[in-house]
Structure formats: structure tokens, C-alpha cells
């Protein structure tokens, strides 16, 4: 390609078709007619998704149909030029969002597209999914944050319970429980907005972003709490406006319903929740319009409030019941505090505040409804904080002006203030006074009734605010999936246009009943100030903590937080938790890990990108920089295998038998090598298919794949590259070819010279032989519903049995041994009964039919367990320890406790069988291996039986044949032949019956020994045989006896 493709508009790239069908391109200069021009072009093809639904609410029954067709006319004349200059594509907010995925014509080009000479057309998509989409309600700051958060904090606190913690705190503790709410609602702010502010977030509100941040396990846990609190909130204020209801009632006509108390306030709140419910459901547009018209009720009712304040006492009556007005002592009596027995119990700070506190929470009101919003980064920042600032200075001078104004106790009599002995109060006959009279705001107020309608309106408005928010919370966290369907699923669906969740609204109501039932207002606040006050410290928490990590997404355009400051607002949240009521604060947090460990048992399958994985990633890579500082030592020697499976699923049994070996001790790498060419688009889909069989089996392993390469070379890159630091593999595993005897001899040569690679790169080798093969991809297919699918080599068929072989059927269940010995234990029955693993479930072949069950055994041999037997290791050769740890690590495996280890060592003579013991068994005592018994073999230099002879004769007499084995090397090697014929002939004799045999590996020098040649040896040992694996360690200690 010339360099006039990137040129803008100084050329254009036309395509012809030669001769070859081979795609040739020629410059030419544009003519100015041919330049497109931005001039005519509409501005929707730079609009995000949210312009394109915000014209749609304007142009009325304008569907995206009829949008997306503009848009991409839009986007062909803009790229009309620009496509025949390049496939390049221009930065578009479009195609960093998911919201609106664009067809063909407008994505970004992939990597294959723009480099790649020939690549597959995609298929065109019509519309998105075909749907008409219909643009909800959007907020902007001052209606979706500023007042909703005003209303939520100008509750049932404000106009019931200030003057009553005024009269207990005194002035200057009320000060400071306003500051100490304040403080914490005002960092929990920030850290809020910081994190609103670093991108986009969906519904969800303070649940998406603790959950975006923390991952699902927290934030789920937390997003169900701070939902319940908010349906509790609901209730707190629903108990508040009937009691104001019942006093308006007692005072404008002395009615009742039963007993003017507690039932009264049940069968009120009752109704009012009915209402509530019915607003709600409506959708929270008409739900915004109610706070709007109660907003400026509320604001009239404390401007009477003020008002009232400074007309002073009207009547007598109002003086009778402690409403001074203005006065410098009342001042000085109220500054101090004055904890008294009330409300059933001594008070004191803390049991105050716990019942103050609730009157912060409304600050993620706005949050809340994130998805509501316009734009949720700047409107959460800005209307939160104004919120608070101004509701506090409310809060602190209502505090002050009822101190000032009010005295503590007063008996109410008129005629008692006629006789000046109002205030000569005994144990119980003063019921008015702040200490007593909840309703002291009306009393101050200029007009009294109006102060009950701002109290209404009060009460009212955080009622539908934190109505509406539980159910809009609840069906976030249902369509995240991360809780059981029947616990949280079932109230994610929505109904109508604006999708509202009604089963969510339903719930909502019945969990908000039973709390108005109670009808309790300060037991209820002391419930509900333990939620908030967790969901407050893990909000701050989740900001300290993706600030402390850093990540390179982490670019928040609110700055004014600091990660210290959230981290000690965090703590201090938890404190006043316990400092309120400790057994209350347990129970809160007792829940919290409930909802936790439901996250973490079931693992959903989500990807948020959270600060927990950032922080994994750099703490692995700083371990493994600290790692290279470290010299390597025998005693923290682990095996990292890199085992050549292929597609794990082909070959599960090779896959399985590798992580008995790493489980919870080193690094499992599955290596795959394809000697065709792999695409991109091929290697995600081959490694995703991996992983996704490793999880499905509970193996927790690397997968790695190389392509356009012979097998050799791409094992000996593998074993270079892969891993990172001194965690890399050190033994490389591979399956036993079975065909060798039948394969092309380029296909032998490579496989002989990938054994070559493991040790001239000094590693270990280890190969596994299992008679019946270990590739089962011809049987299982490539299904990705498969518990177990592969592709790969084929099984090979029976070959003929060498002399001295037990007669053994090799399709027999393996579950009654490996031999399918009937006398040895059944180790299919599982030791727990009724309780059914991923071991038991069925397979089934390509064809969608259910598997032999000797074929199904054989493929999850190694996840059987085993009842007892043996594990026969031949030690022959000092190789480091390797062929002795394999097999003790193994052992140690749970399925594989019950198989003794037999340990077989060989002596030159007799007269050397006890000094080999003696020597052997002081070895494995000091390595700390544990075994049941010790075999020395002193015949191994015995000539083998003519028969074995034959049958090795037998084996490489084709390769001869063919001239692809000398006469030469066969009498050359001859002496070595006969040691392997013997030494096959006591394998048989004294393992014929384990349920594994290792043994050490021989090792073939190069240039001497031939492919046929030691393949040929390799099959004289392993034949007709229990599980075999022949380990070679690179010659370096793997085994010491030092502490």
C-alpha cells in the first residue's frame, strides 16, 4: 500500500481486480468536487445514543428505525471520501459505548480489516434487535439530585425529632451530632462524586458503583442492605406523618379511629402505604412532579417556622406549654445537655444520635435513580453537596431557634401560667416542653397548620423517594444475576414503556408494612441508622480503595476527595455503629457476609473491571519482581508443568493427571501447537473454549497456544516464553504416542524431537501412557455444552501384547481398578452418599447420546477416587528426586490417600541388597517420605527370556524394513535393548496390579539413538500396563533433607 492511504484527502485509493483476482490500488488526486464537505452534513452522526433518545422524547414517535437510518446516511456521506482513502475510522464516542451498538457501516474497523488482504465480510445487521425503544423520563440536577436529596433529609427528623435532641444534647452536643452526620454524609459525598465522576454509570446508583469498584460479592451484599434501608426509611417516614396526622386530628376535633395511638398509626400507615405504592407505580415521572409540589409546601412551612420564631408566644396557651420566645437564660439553660429517662430508656449522645443520624441519609436519594438522569457525573457531585450544606445550616439553626425559644418542661395548664407555676414540674405532670412535645414546630410557627402540612409534605416526600428507590435498586441487582432468581430475580422484570419494576414495587410495600406495624419512629431510626451507616462506610471504603490501587482507568474529574479522609470516614462509620448498639451492629454485619458468601458460592460470571482486580494484578506482578531478587532453593522447589493437551477438552484425562500434580502448589499451563496458520479471531476462540473447560472441571490452570509452527519448535518457544519471572514451566508433559508404530516418520521424529527440546532446555519430562489412549476427540466432538470435548490424536487400537503380559480386558470399568482386577477394591461408589459431583454427571458423544460407561471412565479416570491399592515408583536412576516427588505429591491428593507408596531401587549384586536397602530407606527417611515398602531388584542384569526378545524384534523390525532403523544402531544399543526387556519383565511381575507406575525415564543421547529405536523402549516398559508415567528431572536436587 502506497503512502497516499493515509494521505486525508490529498489522494484517493481505488480498487481493481487484476488478473491474479489480487485486490491492486493506484492513487489519484481528487477533484474539489470529489473532497466531502462537513458543511452539509447533520450533526446526528457525532450525537451520542443518549442525544439520538433525547431527540426521540422531542420529535415524538420518531423510533430508532427511523434515527439509526439518518445516522448512517450521516455516516456515509461523512466517510463517502474518507472510505476510499482509508478503512480507517474516525474517533466517535459511539464506539467506546455498548449503549448503541452501530451496524457494519459505522463500528470501528477491526485489526484484521485494516491489515489483513482478505478478511471475512460481516453480516449486516437490521436496527437493534428490531425493537422500538422508548426514552424514559430524564432528570437534570436540580429536580433529579438537588430536591429529591432535600426532601429526603428534611424529614420526619426535621419538623418531629430536632427539638426534642436539642432538648436532650443541649445546644453545643446538638452542634456536634450535626457536625459529626454532616461530616460523614459530606466525605461520603465526595467519595461518591469521585467516583460517578470517573465515567458513565448505569441504574443502580450507589449499587453500581460499589459493585463496578468492589465486585460483586460486596457490592451485592451491600446494594441488598442500603435497598432494605431504604424501604425501611419509607416506613420511618410513613410512622412520622401519621403521627403528625393523629396530632392534627386530636388538636382540630379530638377524633380517633381506635385508640389515638399505636393501632391508630398502624391502620393510617396502612392506607398511606396503599397511596404511596399507587404514586409510585405510575412511574417516577409523576413521582418527580409530587416532590416538586411538596418542595415548595415544605419550604413555605419553614419560613412560617421562622416566622413564628421571631412573632413570639401568641397566647397563653402557647406560653402555658413552654413557648417563651426569644431569651438570653433560655439560651443559657439549653446549652448544656440534659439526659433524662425517655422514651423508655436513659438517653445519652449516642442513643441521640442514632436517632438523629437518619436525618443524613436522604443523600444518595439522587444517586439512586442514576439511570434517571441526564447526566449523572455532574448532577450526583453537584446536587449532593449543595444538599448537605444547605440542610445542615437548616438543621443547626432550627436546632437553635427551638433552644432559644422553648423550655425543657412545662405542665401545658393555662391556669398553672396564670399562677406562674407552669414550670414547677414533678415526675409526671409536665407533658409539654421540648423534652415531651413533639410537635414544638407547629407550636412556634406563625400559623400552626401550616407547619403540619410542611411536616405532611416532609414526611411524604422521603417516603415516595426512598419507596422509589428500593424497587429501582432491587431490579438492578436482579438483572446483574447475582443472587438466586427466587430471592431477588423475580423483581427485575419490567412492565410498560418506561419499564417499571411492579414486582419490586410489590415487595417493597409488604417489607415497608411490616415495618410501619411497629410503629415505633425511634426504634425504627436506631434499625435503620446501622444500614446506612455500613453502606456509608463501604462507599467510602471503595473510593479509599480504588485510589490507593490506581489504576490506569481510575481518572475521576471530581478532585476535591481524599482517599484518607474516606478511609477514616469509613472507620469512623463502623464505630458509631458499634458505639450505638453493639448487638445491633453484629447483626448488621452478620448479614452483610450472608449476602457475601451467596455472591461467592455461586461465582457469577461478571467482568466490571473492579479496583480488587487491579490490585490482584499489581500485587502478582510486584510478588514476581520481588521473586527475581531471590535465589531459587531446593526447599521451595515447585513443579510448574506446561503439559502439551492441545485443546484441554481433547485430552481431559492428560489435563486431569497434570493438576493432581499442581493443585494448589504450582503453575498448570496447557499448551496447544497448530502447525496451520491462526487468525486472531481462531486464537479467541480456541483459548476461550479452553478456559471455559478448566472452569467447568474446577481447574484453575494458563492456557497458551502458538500456531504456523511444526510441533518442535513451537514446545521449545513455549517452554522460553512461557510464564513470567522464575514462574515459568520446569517440566513439560506430554501423552504417550500410541501410534507410533503406525504414524508417518516425520510425525515420530517430531514427537522424539519434542523430548529432545525438554531436556536440552534443561526441564523435566515427564509422559503418561494410558492403555486406551488419552485423545477422545473423535468421540466427544467439539460441543461447548460437553462437560468434556476435545480434538486431537486418536486412541490407537490394541496392539499385540508383549510375553508375560496378564490377560486383562482394557475396556473393562475402570472403576473397579486400572486393570479392571476384580479383586480390587470398586472405586466408583462415592464415599458420600446422595450428594452428586461434576465426577458423576454424564457424558455424551458428538452424536448428543449418552456415552459407554467404559468409555466415560476411562475419560475421568484420574477423578476417580481410589479405596486403596498402590503407587509403584522404580527409582532407577538419581535424576534430582523428580521421579520420587511426582509420585509422593500425588499420594498426598485426597483421591489418592488410601494408595500406598512402593518404592523399587535396583542393587548390583546380592551382596549389596541389605547395604542398598539400609542406604535407600535412610534417604527416604530423611526426605520425609512416607512409604509401605521397599523393594530392592538385584536380577535386573539377568539376560531377558527369548520371547520378551522376540516380541522387541517383532516391534522394530518394520522400521528396519523401511530402512528408517540401521542394523548398526539395533547391535550397538543392543545391551541397553536387553536391560529394558528385563526390566520390563519384573515391571509386569511386581506391578501388573498398582494403580499407578512411575518410573524413571531413559534418557536417548542424541545422534546415537533413533526415534524407532526409543519409542521402541519406551513401549517394551509401558505396554499393556496400570496408568504409566515415565519423569526425567534435569538432573538438579529437587529433594533435600535440611530444614
Request: proline share 4%.
Amino acid at each position: 500500500m502506497d503512502n497516499h492511504t493515509f494521505d486525508g484527502h490529498e489522494g484517493f485509493v481505488i480498487c481493481k481486480q487484476g488478473p491474479a483476482n489480487n485486490v491492486r490500488r493506484a492513487s489519484i488526486r481528487p477533484t474539489l468536487a470529489t473532497i466531502p464537505s462537513g458543511i452539509g452534513m447533520d450533526n446526528l452522526a457525532f450525537e451520542t445514543s443518549e442525544d439520538i433518545l433525547r431527540h426521540q422524547a422531542v420529535g415524538g414517535n420518531l423510533r430508532v428505525g427511523n434515527t439509526e437510518s439518518k445516522l448512517r446516511g450521516s455516516l456515509r456521506r461523512l466517510g463517502a471520501g474518507a472510505r476510499r482513502l482509508t478503512h480507517e475510522a474516525v474517533p466517535r464516542l459511539a464506539n467506546y459505548s455498548n449503549i448503541f451498538q452501530m451496524a457494519a457501516t459505522g463500528t470501528r474497523p477491526t485489526m484484521e480489516e485494516l491489515h489483513e488482504s482478505i478478511v471475512e465480510e460481516k453480516p449486516a445487521n437490521s436496527g437493534i434487535n428490531g425493537a422500538e425503544q422508548i426514552p424514559r423520563q430524564k432528570f437534570g440536577w436540580i429536580e433529579g439530585v438537588l430536591i429529591r436529596n432535600m426532601l429526603n433529609i428534611w424529614g420526619v427528623m426535621l419538623f418531629l425529632r430536632i427539638s426534642w435532641v436539642v432538648a436532650l444534647a443541649g445546644i453545643w452536643q446538638t452542634l456536634i451530632i450535626i457536625s459529626i452526620s454532616t461530616f460523614v454524609t459530606f466525605v461520603t459525598a465526595l467519595s461518591t462524586s469521585a467516583i460517578v465522576t470517573n465515567g458513565e454509570i448505569g441504574g443502580g446508583g450507589t449499587y453500581y458503583v460499589m459493585s463496578r469498584i468492589l465486585g460483586p460479592e460486596w457490592g451485592g451484599s451491600i446494594g441488598i442492605l442500603f435497598a432494605l434501608a431504604n424501604a425501611i426509611n419509607g416506613s420511618l417516614n410513613v410512622v412520622g406523618f401519621c403521627q403528625t396526622l393523629q396530632d392534627t386530628m386530636k388538636n382540630y376535633g379530638g377524633y380517633t379511629i381506635v385508640d389515638g395511638g399505636v393501632n391508630d398509626t398502624r391502620i393510617l400507615g396502612t392506607i398511606l402505604m396503599i397511596l404511596v405504592w399507587a404514586l409510585c407505580g405510575l412511574g417516577s415521572k409523576y413521582e418527580s412532579l409530587t416532590q416538586q409540589m411538596l418542595v415548595v409546601i415544605l419550604a413555605v412551612a419553614l419560613a412560617n417556622f421562622f416566622v413564628g420564631s421571631f412573632i413570639g408566644p401568641q397566647t397563653d396557651l402557647s406560653q402555658a406549654r413552654g413557648y417563651l420566645g426569644y431569651r438570653l437564660d433560655l439560651i443559657r439553660e439549653n446549652w448544656d445537655s440534659g439526659y433524662v429517662f425517655n422514651g423508655g430508656m436513659m438517653q445519652d449522645f449516642f442513643s441521640v444520635f442514632a436517632v438523629y443520624f437518619p436525618a443524613g441519609i436522604g443523600i444518595l436519594a439522587g444517586a439512586n435513580i442514576s439511570g434517571d438522569l441526564k447526566d449523572p457525573s455532574d448532577a450526583i457531585p453537584k446536587g449532593t453537596i449543595w444538599a448537605i450544606i444547605s440542610t445542615s445550616i437548616s438543621y443547626a439553626i432550627v436546632a437553635i431557634v427551638c433552644a432559644a425559644t422553648t423550655k425543657r418542661q412545662a405542665t401545658g395548664s393555662v391556669e398553672d401560667f396564670h399562677n406562674g407555676t407552669f414550670l414547677n414540674c414533678g415526675p409526671s405532670n409536665c407533658t409539654y416542653g421540648s423534652y415531651n412535645d413533639y410537635q414544638l414546630m407547629t407550636l412556634i410557627s406563625a400559623y400552626g397548620p401550616l407547619n403540619y402540612a410542611g411536616c405532611f409534605a416532609a414526611t411524604l416526600s422521603t417516603a415516595l423517594a426512598s419507596y422509589i428507590s428500593c424497587p429501582k435498586l432491587l431490579q438492578v441487582i436482579g438483572d446483574d444475576k447475582l443472587y438466586p432468581y427466587w430471592m431477588v430475580g423475580w423483581m427485575a422484570k419490567g412492565y410498560g414503556k418506561s419499564k417499571e419494576p411492579h414486582l419490586a414495587y410489590l415487595f417493597t410495600f409488604f417489607l415497608a408494612l411490616g415495618f410501619i406495624l411497629i410503629a415505633q419512629l425511634d426504634m425504627i431510626a436506631l434499625l435503620i441508622s446501622d444500614l446506612f451507616l455500613i453502606t456509608f462506610a463501604f462507599l467510602n471504603y471503595a473510593c479509599f480503595h480504588v485510589d490507593l490501587v490506581q489504576p490506569v482507568g481510575w481518572r475521576p474529574t471530581f478532585k476535591y476527595y481524599n482517599k484518607w479522609l474516606s478511609l477514616f470516614c469509613a472507620c469512623l462509620c463502623i464505630a458509631i455503629m458499634f458505639m450505638i448498639d453493639w448487638k445491633v451492629a453484629l447483626v448488621t454485619l452478620a448479614i452483610v457476609f450472608f449476602f457475601y458468601f451467596i455472591v461467592l458460592y455461586r461465582k457469577p460470571n461478571v467482568n466490571w473491571g473492579t479496583s480488587s482486580q487491579a490490585m490482584n494484578l499489581q500485587d502478582a506482578l510486584t510478588s514476581i519482581q520481588q521473586l527475581m531478587d531471590i535465589d531459587e532453593h531446593v526447599k521451595n522447589y515447585q513443579p510448574h508443568i506446561l503439559a502439551l493437551t492441545g485443546s484441554p477438552r481433547s485430552r481431559p484425562a492428560l489435563v486431569d493427571f497434570a493438576y493432581l500434580i499442581c493443585k494448589k502448589n504450582s503453575m498448570l499451563v496447557c499448551g496447544n501447537v497448530i502447525e496451520g496458520k491462526v487468525t486472531t479471531k481462531m486464537r479467541g476462540e480456541i483459548l476461550k473454549k479452553s478456559y471455559k473447560h478448566l472452569r467447568k472441571n474446577e481447574i484453575k490452570g494458563f492456557c497458551t497456544l502458538i500456531g504456523n509452527v511444526d510441533l518442535p519448535t513451537g514446545v521449545s518457544a513455549m517452554l522460553e516464553v512461557a510464564g513470567v519471572g522464575k514462574i515459568r514451566p520446569n517440566i513439560l508433559f506430554i501423552g504417550y504416542k500410541n501410534d507410533w508404530r503406525v504414524c508417518d516418520s516425520q510425525s515420530l521424529k517430531k514427537y522424539f524431537a519434542t523430548i529432545h527440546v525438554g531436556f536440552s532446555l534443561h526441564v523435566g519430562v515427564a509422559i503418561l501412557r494410558v492403555s486406551e489412549g488419552l485423545d477422545y476427540s473423535a468421540i466427544l466432538g467439539d460441543a461447548d455444552e460437553l462437560n468434556i470435548s476435545s480434538n486431537g490424536d486418536r486412541p490407537s487400537s490394541m496392539m499385540e501384547s508383549p510375553p508375560g503380559t496378564p490377560d486383562i480386558e482394557r475396556h473393562t470399568d475402570i472403576n473397579d481398578s486400572p486393570l479392571g482386577n476384580a479383586n480390587l477394591p470398586d472405586t466408583s461408589k462415592d464415599t458420600k452418599k446422595g450428594k452428586k459431583s461434576k465426577k458423576d454427571s454424564k457424558l455424551v458423544g458428538s452424536d448428543g447420546n449418552e456415552l459407554p460407561r467404559h468409555i466415560s471412565n476411562n475419560i475421568t479416570r484420574f477423578q476417580k477416587k481410589h479405596l486403596r491399592g498402590t503407587i509403584d515408583v522404580w527409582w532407577l536412576y538419581d535424576d534430582g528426586g523428580l521421579t520420587l516427588l511426582l509420585p509422593y505429591i500425588i499420594s498426598t491428593r485426597s483421591n489418592w490417600t488410601a494408595c500406598q507408596l512402593r518404592v523399587f531401587c535396583t542393587a548390583n549384586n546380592h551382596e549389596e541388597v541389605e547395604k542398598e536397602r539400609e542406604g535407600m530407606a535412610a534417604l527416604l527417611d530423611k526426605f520425609r517420605i512416607d512409604y509401605s515398602d521397599l523393594i530392592v531388584i538385584t536380577d535386573l542384569s539377568k539376560p531377558p527370556k527369548e520371547s520378551t526378545k522376540n516380541w522387541f524384534d517383532g516391534l522394530i523390525r518394520p522400521f528396519i524394513r523401511r530402512e528408517e532403523l540401521s542394523e548398526t544402531e539395533r547391535s550397538s544399543l543392543q545391551a541397553k535393548t536387553d536391560r529394558h526387556c528385563r526390566l520390563r519383565e519384573l515391571v509386569v511381575d511386581h506391578s501388573s496390579d498398582s494403580n499407578l507406575v512411575v518410573m524413571t525415564l531413559p534418557i536417548a543421547r542424541k545422534e546415537a539413538v533413533s526415534a524407532p529405536m526409543y519409542m521402541a523402549w519406551l513401549e517394551t516398559l509401558t505396554a499393556n500396563m496400570p496408568p504409566f508415567l515415565l519423569v526425567r528431572g534435569n538432573q538438579t536436587s529437587v529433594l533435600t533433607f535440611y530444614a
